[in-house]
């Protein structure tokens, strides 16, 4: 763990930021096999307050789901990207 203007940081082996923490607050970041942030989340105390999870084309971020406030929970969502013909698909 390393302390840097108050925040606690611990790093995987490839120097990632996976968790970080500063009194109740602590998120944690999850990444892929190509090192790109897929997932985070962040904790006061011990409740999930927020649950984000990255979608990618290729190398570029082009959309951030929230996992907390999914509205159709048990339907299948079809979310087109502007930017491309990418199809995502929630459960």
Request: aromatic share 8%; proline share 2%; net charge positive.
């Amino acid at each position: 763990m390393l302390p840097r203007m108050g925040w606690t940081q611990i790093r995987d082996g490839e120097n990632r930021l996976i968790e970080t923490g500063r009194g109740d607050i602590r998120p944690t970041f999850a990444y892929d096999y190509m090192g790109r942030r897929i997932e985070k989340q962040v904790f006061t105390g011990e409740v999930l307050t927020k649950h984000l999870h990255c979608v990618y084309n290729e190398y570029k971020l082009i959309e951030e789901l929230d996992a907390l406030n999914v509205l159709s929970y048990g339907k299948m969502v079809q979310r087109i990207s502007a930017e491309s013909s990418v199809v995502h698909k929630i459960l």
